[in-house]
């Protein structure tokens, strides 16, 4: 509950007094203080940051309050961490501290030489990173982690950006006739082997043969909804398969795609397709017993005996029930270990034993790929900026709903 007092909010800061050297209080914050001194220290913080940028410091009563309002609220949040447990670990913000450091190419002490130029002290500097984290913390465990975005508001999220940037596409085109059909398994053969372009100056019927097939950059609006319908599905490098309309027989080509989307960068990711065979250590089985027995299973498979019966037999995981196979996996689903294990691999060999977060294993992965999953990560940015804008709005009315549940006087002229 907010208590004021009846005088003005307004007070001399830089006014001597004859109690000067006394750090008076000028709001009380349930079990917490704000003196005079950390006021007046936050204000010049905060001037000498406006003056940097070249903008000018409000008027001096409206400081006061914006400056006042922030302590009190910094000290709310830190009393309900507190309340709550939430502690944010020395070493933790060491690391952050290091990271911000070698990404400006600086060490610790050139970036405190940095700071302290800018007329902030490095400890403050560090303590008001360490509450920073704190804050998004309890933003993270309070709100974000509570809030759910719809594949719906996701969708006209996308749409409306699109719609601010549409997706344009270069394309390519060949024509073949109604009336020269046949021709159309020769020139899909060639395609296998021969630029899109030099085919298609050489068998396209269109009038853009000439141009190797240049459509240009094309909308979806500006296509056939055959074309369109196609296209979307398409990735850059992609030919499709034939489309039939009244006039012939189509072939596209996508040379570039651009604006649109969050990203306009193909995003690939390495997968594997893998079968295993796990066996945990116990108390009754130790890790020599383990690996001696899966080295045996190894010389079994090398003899002759298939992985999938091997798994089938010998494997403590519940891939066992499918002849060890997991199917495709992407590293970055991977655990360390795992994915180490993974790369250490040869394809087409029964590998390890390694130890893995899943216990002991032999690994034998049958394929590779690269997936496109740019649109997955794209639809899981568009989450994220929703996730983010979300939790600002409630986190303001979580924060004023706290405040007002809060013992806070102001006694600035007392």
Known sequence: MLATSASSLLFNIKAQENYENLDRIV???????????????????????????????????????????????????????ESKGIKIDRQFVDEVMNNMAKKNNMTINELKISIESDGLAFNQFRED?????????????????????????????????????????????????????????????????????????????????????????????????????????????????PITLENGIHLLKIKEIKGGDLS?????????????????????????????????????????????????????????FNGGNIGWIDTTAMLPEYRKSIEL??????????????GWALLFFLEEREKDITNERIRISAQIQLQRYKAETKFDDWLQSLKEQSNIEILLNE
Do not use: C
């Open 27 to 81: 709001a009380v914050v349930e079990k917490d203080v704000v003196t005079k001194k950390e006021l007046e220290l936050e204000i010049r913080k905060i001037t000498n940051q406006l003056k940097k940028r070249g903008e000018s410091p409000p008027e001096e009563e409206k400081i006061i309050k914006l400056v006042l309002d922030k302590i009190i609220e910094k000290k709310i949040i830190t009393q309900y961490a």
């Open 129 to 241: 990173m360490s509450f920073q984290i704190l804050l998004n913390q309890i933003k993270e465990s309070e709100i974000t982690s509570k809030i759910n975005v719809s594949k719906y508001e996701i969708d006209a999220f996308l749409k409306k950006s699109e719609d601010k940037n549409p997706k344009q596409y270069h394309i390519y085109h060949i024509l073949v006739k109604t009336n020269k059909i046949d021709k159309i398994d020769k020139i899909i053969n060639l395609l296998k082997t021969d630029p899109f372009e030099s085919v298609a100056k050489d068998y396209s019927d269109s009038s853009l043969s000439s141009q190797g097939g240049d459509m240009g950059w094309k909308k979806f609006d500006e296509l056939p909804i055959e074309f369109s319908d196609v296209i979307k599905e398409m990735n850059i490098g992609d030919i499709s398969k």
């Open 264 to 320: 306009e960068n193909k995003i690939l990711s390495k997968q594997y397709n893998i079968s295993q065979i796990v066996i945990k250590a116990n108390e009754i089985t130790g890790e020599d017993d383990v690996i001696k027995k899966l080295e045996n299973i190894k010389n079994q498979i090398l003899s002759g005996l298939t992985f999938s019966e091997a798994a089938a037999n010998f494997s403590e995981d519940a891939s066992s």
């Open 345 to 358: 691999s040869k394809k087409g060999q029964v590998s390890g034993p390694y130890k893995t977060e899943l």
